[in-house]
């Protein structure tokens, strides 16, 4: 447990993490609405990349797709997200 | 690149299904492969296999044995690993499947595929579409590190039997992509010759429907594919149920074995496991030693010269 975590302290905003806007009139960063492994999902990520690190997936041990194709873990950084894209975020599992 | 085997010749020769080069080779190395002797944890020193089967190769890489097994469905990851060690498999099957935000449960696999120390062959399970499963596979390249792919193309959800159609251009794209692919087929010989026109190396028969552990639904059509396909790297995939049915698969000629539910569903999977890795012995053993031929009607072993109380008249004995 990190000092943040203790009940006793207020919890300071997430680092890294954008904070909701307060004041919902004014438009702020731009939240695209896009499909990740099926669902539909509001993120503020501008790139595979980004999106990846957003879900706290940056270390695991994943694959990606786009619109079903494949995007090597190279080309996350360069691979730009639009409005409706679908995500395939996927993991090793037991197969037969 | 051009049909390899289309050769009724092969068949026609006596002996029939299972005299084959790749018999002869076999028999040719046997004296070499009796050597090889298995050593497995989950056993003690007196119960060491020794076994005889000639090992085999697939895209170039021999295999350590003629089991292949799949890793899903078990009670628990140590009871997966258990069984793995148990089989003393030469291959494990594994997939991929989508991933939770923060979940850390592909990671924990991983570790546990990695520790076992075995080849892996991922498969591209549930895909519908060539697409599906050429990207699926893209995928598990990365992953898993492997351009093997065990690549299936479900046509029906109630058989789960393979899209044919959809299964030869996937294998062909896939291969253009520098894919080993193994496919899960039928034993449509039409289909088949496709699948190596396009460059497959190995072919995956079903023995029956996927989970279904009904054995060889038709070993007559099995039997065949063998004959046709003399020099091709055969495994039936899917429908083994018992190591009886394994032991049959070996002794029609096949060249391995891909399973899973078989040993993961049992009572006590290693124990299973361990059946099986029997069972593919003994099976192999025997089609290496060569089946005798069967016959509709008996003839006594025991020499019929000679026997007591024999009268050449051919009313037996009376008293």
């Known amino acids: 447990m990190t000092a943040a975590d203790k009940p006793d302290r207020p919890t300071p905003p997430e680092a890294g993490k954008i904070v909701a806007p307060v004041r919902p009139m004014q438009p702020t960063t731009a939240s695209l609405s896009v499909v990740i492994n099926g669902r539909q999902v509001a993120t503020n990520a501008q790139t595979l990349a980004q999106l990846v690190l957003e879900r706290d997936l940056g270390e695991a041990k994943i694959a990606t797709a786009l619109n079903g194709d494949f995007v090597p873990a190279g080309r996350r950084c360069e691979t730009k997200l639009r409005a409706g894209d679908a995500i395939e975020i996927v993991a090793p599992r037991q197969g037969g | 690149m051009p049909l390899r085997l289309s050769r009724p010749d092969k068949v026609a020769n006596k002996g029939a299904a299972f005299r084959t080069g790749t018999q002869h080779r076999l028999l040719l190395s046997f004296k070499d492969s009796i050597k090889h002797v298995r050593h497995n944890p989950m056993m003690s020193t007196q119960d060491t296999i020794t076994t005889a089967a000639a090992p085999f190769k697939v895209y170039g890489h021999e295999l350590s044995s003629r089991l292949l097994l799949g890793t899903a469905q078990y009670p628990s990851p ?242």
């Open chain 2, 78 to 319: 140590k009871i997966l690993s258990d069984a793995v060690l148990a089989s003393n498999a030469g291959v494990i099957t594994v997939s991929l499947r989508r991933e939770g935000a923060r979940a850390k449960s592909g990671q924990q696999f991983w570790d546990l595929i990695k520790s076992l120390n075995l080849p892996v062959l991922p498969n591209t399970a549930g895909c519908r579409t060539p697409r599906e499963a050429i990207t699926t596979a893209q995928m598990a390249r990365e992953l898993f590190e492997t351009n093997w792919i065990k690549l299936e193309v479900i046509a029906n959800d109630d058989t789960l039997q393979p899209d044919l159609f959809g299964l030869v251009e996937a294998a062909e794209e896939l291969t253009k992509d520098g894919f080993n692919v193994f496919p899960y087929t039928t034993e449509d010989l039409g289909a088949a010759e496709r699948l190596i026109g396009v460059g497959c190396d190995v072919l995956m028969p079903w023995g029956a429907p996927i989970g279904t552990g009904r054995g060889l639904n038709n070993p007559y059509g099995l039997q065949t594919m063998r004959a046709y396909f003399p020099g091709v790297p055969l495994i039936i995939d899917a429908g083994i149920g018992a190591p009886s049915h394994a032991a049959q698969v070996m002794e029609l000629g096949y060249d391995a074995v891909l399973l899973n539910t078989a040993v993961s569903k049992a009572a006590d999977p290693a124990l299973m496991a361990r059946a099986f890795a029997g069972a593919i012995d003994a099976g192999r053993l025997g089609y290496e030693a060569g089946l005798m031929e069967q016959r509709d009607m008996a003839s006594p072993s025991t020499p019929v010269a000679g026997t007591p109380f024999f009268n050449l008249e051919g009313t037996g004995s009376k008293s």
